[in-house]
């Protein structure tokens, strides 16, 4: 018996699947949001208050202004952990609020 020409294997299914539904886009944005507090810690992280991506933009909102402000100088080094850990170029720009 002949096998169907329209079997594919299932990782491949699987790719197809993220790709039609964008989901590869949400899960690396899952993955900012766990390399943010594993690249910068747990005392960050405790003071993180919130993480959002939009259009390339993180916006992290923090409890201390003095944080902010340390964060601040570090950003370009900051977006380049980022990225890396993830293994594209999901994150432009950093912005805290």
């Not at 992280?45 to 340390?70: C, F, M, P, W, Y």
């Amino acid at each position: 018996m002949k096998k169907k020409s329209n079997q594919i294997k299932l990782g491949d299914a699987l790719d197809e699947l993220m790709d039609t539904y964008k989901l590869n886009v949400k899960m690396n944005e899952v993955r900012i949001y766990e390399a943010w507090d594993n690249a910068l810690g747990p005392a960050i992280a405790k003071h993180t208050v919130s993480k959002q991506l939009i259009e390339g933009r993180l916006l992290i909102r923090l409890d201390s202004a003095a944080l902010r402000n340390e964060l601040a100088y570090a950003k370009s080094k900051l977006i380049k952990t980022l990225n890396e850990k993830v293994g594209t170029e999901m994150v432009k720009e950093i912005m805290f609020v």
